[in-house]
């Protein structure tokens, strides 16, 4: 396998680790805040970029490539509010969006067309998490900043994550 698409790949499987872990701070802070359906749609959302990376690993040893997990960032843990909290969402998935389109250029440059083919199920997959991204905070702003608007919009979110079953990612 070519060594800077294997590098950043292995990049990648660590920032997808990374998004778990973030999600599971994040639905940590929300079940401790009384947003239940919010935790539950966060917890979904970790288990989801834990399948992301794991089909990253799958794909390197597929192609003969080395695997190397590294040390992680310690995740943010504490936010003023469940806005902060969908908010940085958004602002992360449109990172790793930026991440996903690296990769893919990095590919180009060393002409490894079928990782680029690979790369299209991050890229779809990418358009679907920043548009759920953007739907959550869409509401938040709808339920405003009181009690009963914001009762609405975690009883949404507990739905939403009940009705998402976890994309198989292999
Ligand atoms: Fe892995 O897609 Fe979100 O971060």
Request: charged share 20%; proline share 2%; glycine share 6%.
């Amino acid at each position: 396998m070519n060594t800077n698409v294997e590098a950043s790949l292995n990049h990648q499987i660590n920032a997808e680790e990374h998004s778990s872990r973030l999600y599971f701070s994040m639905a940590a802070w929300c079940d401790k805040h009384g947003f239940e359906g919010s935790a539950k749609y966060l917890f979904t959302h970790a288990e989801e970029e834990r399948m992301h990376m794991i089909k990253l690993v799958h794909y390197v040893s597929e192609r003969g490539g080395t695997v190397l997990t590294d040390s992680l960032p310690k995740p943010q843990n504490e936010w003023d509010s469940i806005l902060a909290v969908f908010t940085e969402v958004l602002a992360h998935e449109k990172k790793v969006t930026g991440m996903i389109n690296s990769i893919f250029e990095v590919c180009m440059q060393e002409k490894d067309y079928l990782t680029s083919n690979f790369l299209q199920w991050y890229i779809q997959e990418q358009v679907e998490e920043e548009s759920s991204a953007r739907g959550v905070l869409d509401k938040l702003t709808l339920a405003g900043n009181t009690q009963g608007g914001l009762f609405h919009f975690d009883k949404e979110l507990m739905a939403m994550a009940a009705a998402s079953a976890i994309k198989p990612a292999l």
